[in-house]
Structures are given as structure tokens and as C-alpha cells.
């Protein structure tokens, strides 16, 4: 099994390193995408399971890089040799939010408050299933080396 999941609160750089995966030639799906993701009534964000198993599944020898944070992400990590936390402080992340111009969740200050709530309250319970934690502080060269240094071991 090659896949590996990038997990994280927003704005520690997932969507960042997925399209620096995918320059670089790799299989990486940002579940933030169109079609990857939907909402549940009460507006948590769920994986379009069956697309996602069929991903999986269908990866065979390459590796497959998923990048995301949904309510239903547990029911998938049997599928991920590893699965990494991406961190960043919290001042941190909202300096991104604010300025970051691929994506406009962050922007508004009930959206920062939602992401320190969940720095708070989830990425407690994402470390906790993690089998490795990248600090994106680094330059974003150097977080995609290491998790291509991950991803390579032992092939």
C-alpha cells in the first residue's frame, strides 16, 4: 500500500503541497477539489466515499497522495501507509487565512474563530491517528521533501 493522507487544520499549506506534488508528477487529490467532497446538513465537510475507495483501490504501484480534513476520514485510514499531520501555530495559520489567495475559506472572522475552535478540539484527535507530524513553518520546499522522504522508505 503507497497511499499516502496529508491531514490538518486550514492553512497549514495541504492544498500548497498537493499542487507541488502534482507539478511534479505524483498522483495527489486535494478532497477540498469540486466532487470530492460534499456537506452534511449540519455543514461539516464529508468525502465522496465511494470516489475516494475507488481511488484507493485503484492505485496500485503508484503513490497516491490525498490531501484533507472531513468528519469521515477515520473510516479510510486502513488505506494510508501513513497518514500526516500537517501543523502550524495558530498565529500562523491565521496570517494564511488572511492572505492566502487559493481558496476564500479563512477570510471572514467567523471562519478564523471555526479554525481555532478546531485547533483546539480536532487537531488534538488528528495527532492521535497520525503516524507522523510535519511542522509547515518550514519553507514549503523543504515540508514536501520530507513527505516525499516518507513516502519513499521502504518501497
Not at 499516502?4 to 502534482?22: F, H, N, W
Not at 494510508?80 to 471572514?108: D, M
Request: with cysteine.
Amino acid at each position: 500500500m503507497r497511499n499516502i493522507l496529508l491531514t490538518g487544520m486550514s492553512g497549514t499549506g495541504k492544498s500548497s503541497v498537493i499542487g507541488i506534488l502534482q507539478e511534479r508528477g505524483y498522483r495527489a487529490v486535494d478532497m477540498d477539489e469540486p466532487g470530492w467532497s460534499v456537506h452534511d446538513a449540519d455543514g461539516h465537510q464529508l468525502w465522496c466515499e465511494d470516489r475516494l475507495q475507488e481511488d484507493l483501490t485503484n492505485s496500485g504501484e503508484t503513490i497516491l497522495f490525498v490531501s484533507g480534513c472531513a468528519e469521515n476520514q477515520g473510516k479510510f485510514y486502513s488505506e494510508f501507509r501513513h497518514i500526516i499531520l500537517l501543523s502550524a501555530p495558530a498565529e500562523v495559520l491565521i496570517e494564511r487565512l488572511t492572505h492566502r489567495t487559493n481558496n476564500p475559506y479563512g477570510k471572514r472572522p467567523e471562519e478564523r474563530a471555526e479554525v481555532l475552535h478546531y485547533l483546539e478540539t480536532v487537531e488534538p484527535l488528528l495527532r492521535g491517528g497520525a503516524t507522523h507530524e510535519i511542522d509547515t513553518t518550514q519553507p514549503l520546499e523543504q515540508v514536501v521533501e520530507m513527505i516525499l522522504t516518507l513516502a519513499l522508505e521502504e518501497m
